[in-house]
């Protein structure tokens, strides 16, 4: 007998890519409450039960498309930890300038929604752990690491709602950084 073979044809990374492209796209257009699992498989060209054998709820797939999309944009580190750290807090702010008004606006008006803890799990949390590896790297394992990297994108965060706009690469430099790695 054949233990731990799986039976049927192997799954297509194609197809699950294009189910999570329009996962993303059916949560922009409708929001998390519109989004329905038949939609996705319609328009990404799969069957239903198919779609359901991947991903065997709603919210199983739009934490996998948030975390597929994320990890398009992470940092890979380098030989100077400093970089790497304001490479990162660069991402964060222009991402806060292009893609995240949406989600942050869950965030911040639905934050006990499923979405807004879909948002948390596959983004939040990710870059979290990532700023905090890379401050690490930098200042060694200090006894407030999570609160010195939380205060990064918090700082880049405040700085949007007030002034409009993230700040910049040479203020995240200038202001950000002395606050996070402060001796």
């Known amino acids: 007998m054949n233990e731990g073979k799986v039976r049927g044809r192997p799954?297509?990374?194609?197809?699950?890519?294009?189910?999570?492209?329009?996962?993303?796209?059916l949560l922009d257009a409708?929001?998390?409450d519109g989004l329905r699992m038949a939609d996705v498989a319609r328009n990404a060209g799969i069957g239903l039960n198919s779609l359901y054998r991947r991903w065997p709820t709603k919210y199983a797939l739009v934490v996998e498309a948030l975390r597929a999309a994320a990890a398009t944009h992470d940092i890979e580190p380098s030989d100077d930890p400093l970089e790497d750290l304001l490479a990162g807090l660069v991402r964060i702010a222009d991402g806060l300038a292009h893609r995240a008004g949406p989600l942050l606006s869950v965030?911040?008006?639905?934050?006990?929604?499923?979405?807004?803890?879909?948002?948390?799990?596959?983004?939040?949390?990710?870059?979290?752990?990532?700023?905090?590896?890379?401050?690490?790297?930098?200042?060694?394992?200090?006894?407030?690491?999570?609160?010195?990297?939380?205060?990064?994108?918090?700082?880049?965060?405040?700085?949007?709602?007030?002034?409009?706009?993230?700040?910049?690469?040479?203020?995240?430099?200038?202001?950000?950084?002395?606050?996070?790695?402060?001796?």
């Open 11 to 25: 799954r297509d990374p194609a197809v699950g890519m294009a189910a999570l492209r329009e996962t993303l796209a």
């Open 107 to 183: 965030l911040l008006s639905d934050p006990t929604s499923q979405l807004a803890t879909a948002v948390r799990e596959a983004k939040i949390e990710p870059l979290r752990a990532a700023n905090r590896e890379r401050l690490r790297r930098v200042v060694g394992s200090v006894p407030d690491l999570e609160t010195r990297a939380d205060a990064g994108p918090g700082l880049i965060f405040i700085h949007m709602m007030i002034h409009g706009s993230p700040p910049g690469e040479a203020l995240i430099r200038e202001e950000i950084l002395p606050v996070m790695i402060k001796p």
């Open 30 to 32: 409708h929001g998390y």
